[in-house]
């Protein structure tokens, strides 16, 4: 039988519980709490218990599984097994239990019991790396989006087109992203691994309107037809977070939208060394909103020309 490994982790947060339960509770908040998480979502859900799937990264490597919870309210914890884990991990669950310390603070253990998928010491000692990793930034990032407010809360913001087209050939430009440095012209370099069917590593270069070169780094979940979602990794200065999503509907009538949506958080610790002297949360998420909306809205007019029949932009010679 493999070996069982038990792990516990625990942080002490400066916000009520009945908050801090309610972040871990709410699993679709997850990409937005949790550095390590790119997607979550609930599948189904019956009274207290629910079938949830994470999209990760563990290691540095992107993973996907879907996990069985049950939340107890009364006693703040959510339990959690995952139904189907991926190599090298045969099985793992825990809880996150959380116990009430004020009305304004209250501590937060979360435990983890796993096993390896065979019997190679080297993979059981692999998870528990991961494991460890992962719980410690996860309750540090709940601890700190548990205590944010006011201009430190993430912002969202779209851009919507219309496309006379179909939403495979929309979805085909914006998946297929190797070919972004011929198609778009802020894009200069791609580098994409895809070792799982739909869920894609994208490195990229991308030039500011100063011509500033920047490099972000970002795991994708893929959907044919209809959308893909993101989680940047490595980011530009001015952020702490950035989610995105590609969204592809159907038109009543024919064509299809597509929107672009953005959720981010700025770093006030770089506002002045990005921005100036004297620049504000407000200045500082106009920018990032001006910069991010810019290159969507170009990307969005490349994949409207593309499914038209345009050409898809600048092609390569």
């Not at 500033?212 to 209809?226: A, K, Q, W």
């Given at each position: 039988m493999s070996t069982v490994r038990e792990t516990e982790h625990?942080?002490?947060?400066?916000?009520?519980?009945?908050?801090?339960?309610?972040l871990i509770a709410d699993v679709g908040r997850w990409p937005e709490v949790f550095p390590p998480t790119v997607h979550a979502e609930c599948v189904e859900r019956e009274g207290n218990d629910e079938?949830?799937?994470?999209?990760?990264t563990a290691n540095g490597a992107a993973k996907t599984w879907t996990s069985r919870r049950r939340h107890d309210p009364e006693r703040m914890s959510v339990s959690f097994r995952q139904e189907r884990s991926h190599h090298p991990v045969g099985g793992m669950g825990g809880t996150w239990v959380v116990e009430r310390v004020s009305e304004s603070a209250c501590r937060v253990r979360l435990l983890h019991d796993f096993f390896a998928a065979g019997d190679d010491p080297a993979d059981l000692d692999w998870i528990s790396r991961a494991v460890d990793r992962n719980s410690g930034a996860?309750?540090?990032?709940?601890?700190a989006s548990a205590e944010l407010s006011g201009p430190d809360q993430a912002v969202t913001f779209?851009?919507?087109?219309?496309?006379?087209?179909?939403?495979?050939?929309?979805?085909?430009?914006?998946?297929?992203?190797?070919?972004?440095?011929?198609?778009?012209?802020?894009?200069?370099?791609?580098?994409?691994?895809?070792?799982t069917p739909g869920l894609q590593i994208l490195e990229m270069d991308?030039?500011?309107?100063?011509?500033?070169?920047?490099?972000?780094?970002?795991?994708?979940?893929?959907?044919?037809?209809?959308?893909?979602?993101?989680?940047q990794?490595?980011?530009?200065?001015?952020?702490?977070?950035?989610?995105?999503?590609?969204?592809?509907?159907?038109?009543?009538?024919?064509?299809?939208?597509?929107?672009?949506?953005?959720t981010v958080r700025?770093?006030?610790?770089?506002?002045?060394?990005?921005?100036?002297?004297?620049?504000?949360?407000?200045?500082?998420?106009?920018?990032?909103?001006?910069?991010?909306?810019?290159?969507?809205?170009?990307?969005?007019?490349?994949?409207?020309?593309?499914?038209?029949?345009?050409?898809?932009?600048?092609?390569?010679?």
């Open positions: 625990e942080i002490k947060v400066e916000a009520p519980a009945e908050r801090v339960y309610a079938l949830i799937r994470l999209w990760a996860e309750l540090d990032a709940l601890k779209e851009d919507t087109v219309t496309v006379d087209g179909s939403a495979k050939d929309v979805y085909d430009f914006i998946n297929e992203a190797r070919l972004w440095p011929q198609r778009l012209p802020h894009v200069s370099r791609v580098a994409l691994e895809e070792e991308t030039s500011g309107g100063d011509g500033s070169v920047h490099t972000t780094r970002s795991v994708r979940v893929c959907r044919p037809y209809s959308s893909i979602v993101y989680k990794g490595v980011l530009p200065a001015l952020l702490s977070l950035h989610l995105g999503e590609w969204v592809i509907e159907e038109r009543e009538g024919a064509g299809v939208s597509v929107t672009s949506r953005h700025v770093d006030p610790a770089r506002i002045a060394d990005v921005l100036g002297p004297g620049a504000d949360a407000p200045a500082a998420y106009e920018a990032a909103r001006k910069a991010l909306s810019g290159n969507s809205l170009i990307t969005l007019r490349a994949a409207k020309a593309h499914a038209e029949g345009a050409g898809g932009g600048r092609e390569a010679s």
